[in-house]
């Protein structure tokens, strides 16, 4: 199972949108409403930012939506603040349980 | 609160193996998958398997077949990771998740235990 594409990094200013995209296959992404994303500040555990898709758990801003359009899931981050800078992963179910995305890095300029 | 406490730091040589604790507590421990994450210094995250705490039922990804096995103890609501046959590679933080049902997104995760493989 090889890993879900993402770009390396990506860069905003404050109060801007950007927007990360994760592409995968029929068999993982586009097969299945499963894809969720997860933060990453350097030294700590991933959290968990939204799941199936487009459901954002309790207690996370507003500010992160999430998308899928064929084999393609898309994070977006609007209003760009300084403590959104860290790494994000996508993930999708499988029919071999899980995969990841590559990772990328968001830098608030 | 629900949270994950995993097993501190741990130090192997070449060939040795290591069994790494997550210690679940604040839910109903056989009502949630947990499953087991890697990350190697400055790479991305990686999937290992993972176990139905109700049925001890576990599935690995298809890398890690014959080097790990994942056992609970229903007792004190701990799971355990254990890998064998180490090699400088396996050299990573280990991470235990939880998640509602097989198909459904990480929402708890442990604090990391660092391994490091080295003669």
């Known amino acids: 199972q090889s890993a879900l594409t993402q770009p390396a990094s990506v860069s905003g200013s404050p109060g801007q949108s950007i927007t990360i995209s994760c592409t995968g296959t029929?068999?993982?992404?586009?097969?299945?409403?499963?894809v969720s994303w997860y933060q990453q500040h350097p030294g700590k555990a991933p959290k968990l930012m939204i799941d199936?898709?487009?459901n954002r758990p309790s207690g996370v801003s507003n500010r992160f939506s999430g998308s899928k359009s064929g084999n393609t899931a898309s994070l977006t981050i609007s209003g760009l603040q300084a403590e959104d800078e860290a790494d994000y992963y996508c993930s999708s179910y499988t029919s071999s349980f899980r995969v990841f995305g590559t990772g990328t890095k968001v830098t608030v300029l | 609160q629900v949270q994950l406490e995993q097993s501190g730091a741990e130090v192997k040589k070449p060939g040795a193996s290591v069994k790494v604790s997550c210690k679940a507590s604040g839910y109903t421990f056989t009502l949630y998958y947990v499953h087991w994450v890697r990350q190697a210094p400055g790479q991305g995250l990686e999937w290992m398997g993972l176990i139905d705490p109700s049925t001890s039922s576990t599935s690995y990804a298809q890398k890690f077949q014959g080097r790990v096995t994942m056992t609970r103890d229903t007792s004190t609501s701990t799971v355990y990771m254990e890998l064998s046959s180490l090699r400088s590679e396996d050299t990573a933080v280990y991470y235990c998740a939880r998640a509602r049902v097989l198909r459904s997104a990480f929402d708890i995760w442990g604090q990391g235990t660092m391994l490091t493989v080295s003669s």
């Open positions: 029929s068999s993982d992404v586009g097969g299945y409403n499963y």
């Open positions: 199936d898709v487009s």
